[in-house]
């Protein structure tokens, strides 16, 4: 018995198998604080690729441009159909090593405990909900000691079978469709430099969700604070009553802050967190950085409120150590946006429906390029890709959802050309 959504599902799936396992083994690490764009040179390489390959299959006008975003348009056969665009991000994240990636494709899975090669690597059914669903998929892991990178070129791989299809199956109505592939989106600047006025489409979809269905038009609001203190040096054999340590201060900062909730393990759902994701520095200067998260703008302000105070609090108690406390936005909850063109989640649902695949509505505990596109004016939603355990060396892939989500985006594309 077929583990495919549909026939369609099962036909784009071996050109997809490849592709992908093409993609996973190109190191497209995306890098904090980068100079340039995009951050790391890996990422172009990919982005070559993928503009010779889609030229390979049709699209004559595939470019790279100076950012390292690719472009690209399959043009309609259905008249005054609205240009419609599908968007993935080509950088994976640097929460996890990420070079040297050897992807492994266990078939047929039969559940259990799939143990990896390197770094002691275990996948176990009873951690993983999603993994004991997937009985007689063809999964696709690292060997252990890597992430796969499943997020997102289990969307780059979607998208380009999808569009491999349409150009091979002409017969099939189809609008204008502009493509995107987009560097860095993992280190918040996917968007960034993203030519809205080239792109010319209607609305988008990015594909960069992860389980069996889910179709998400709301996003975190998200920002990162970075606060940089500056202590008083001085030789710690003579260091009475006169050192300040900056790194202690810091320290005492991350600490101070509520570890019982407003953090990434103790929430769910619509629960907001305050999260530190670096701490550097010496007795002379320090730094410490989070991201702050909450899908209510005014809950997401109250949170970095939290954290200024906790601040001035562990600075009343070292009155000679001073800091800089800078708030810096990175996206916006999507969902007013998209709201306001309801055909744009409409036809996913029709196109979900076709593929006989009930869509999973709920928020995206984090977000997408599709989150500062939207807000500027280009309502774009998620659509799942089939990748799991997402920023992890435990990161897998399903062949049968990866396939689901390219015959989601075939049928798209059919129902937006009814329109």
């Not at 600047?189 to 960069?208: E, I, K, Q, S």
């Not at 670096?278 to 703008?297: C, N, P, S, Y």
């Not at 009155?319 to 744009?344: G, L």
Request: charged share 25%; aromatic share 6%.
């Amino acid at each position: 018995m077929s583990v495919f959504t549909s026939t369609l599902a099962e036909r784009v799936a071996p050109d997809l198998l490849d592709r992908f396992i093409r993609y996973v083994q190109l190191d497209t690490q995306s890098q904090v604080d980068r100079v340039r764009s995009p951050s790391t040179p890996g990422q172009l390489d990919l982005a070559r690729v993928l503009v010779s390959e889609l030229k390979a299959i049709g699209l004559d006008d595939a470019e790279l441009d100076q950012h390292g975003y690719v472009y690209s348009t399959l043009p309609g056969n259905v008249e005054a159909a609205p240009v419609i665009g599908w968007i993935a991000h080509l950088d994976t994240s640097p929460d996890a090593p990420g070079a040297a990636v050897k992807p492994l494709v266990h078939r047929n899975y039969q559940g259990g405990v799939i143990t990896l090669p390197l770094a002691g690597t275990r996948l176990v059914p009873e951690q993983m909900p999603q993994l004991e669903q997937k009985l007689g998929h063809d999964l696709v892991t690292s060997s252990g000691d890597t992430l796969l990178g499943a997020d997102d070129k289990a969307g780059v791989a979607a998208i380009m079978a999808a569009l491999a299809h349409l150009a091979a199956h002409p017969e099939l109505p189809r609008p204008t469709l502009r493509i995107a592939f987009t560097p860095d989106e993992e280190i918040g600047h996917g968007a960034t430099l993203f030519d809205l006025p080239r792109f010319g489409a209607r609305c988008a979809y990015t594909v960069d969700g992860s389980r069996l269905g889910e179709l998400q038009d709301e996003s975190f609001s998200a920002v990162e604070v970075r606060v940089r203190i500056k202590g008083v040096g001085v030789h710690p054999g003579f260091a009475t009553g006169k050192l300040v340590s900056a790194l202690r201060v810091a320290a005492q900062v991350v600490a101070a802050l509520p570890t019982d909730r407003l953090t990434p393990e103790t929430t769910s759902g619509r629960e907001g967190f305050i999260h530190p994701t670096f701490l550097r520095g010496d007795t002379e200067a320090a730094e410490a950085r989070w991201i702050v998260r909450d899908f209510d703008d005014a809950l997401l302000e109250s949170h970095v409120a939290l954290l200024r105070k906790t601040l001035d609090r562990v600075l009343a108690a070292s009155p000679a150590a001073s800091a800089d406390f800078e708030v810096i936005d990175q996206y916006p909850n999507m969902r007013s946006h998209i709201e306001r063109d309801p055909d744009v989640i409409t036809a996913a649902e029709e196109a979900f429906a076709a593929e006989g695949i009930k869509p999973i509505r709920e928020p995206i505990r984090g977000g997408t390029d599709g989150s500062r596109l939207s807000a500027m004016g280009l309502p774009t939603p998620n659509i799942f890709d089939g990748g799991y355990e997402y920023h992890s060396v435990r990161e897998w892939a399903s062949v049968q959802d990866m396939a689901a989500a390219a015959a989601v985006l075939v049928r798209l594309a059919g129902a937006w050309a009814a329109r």
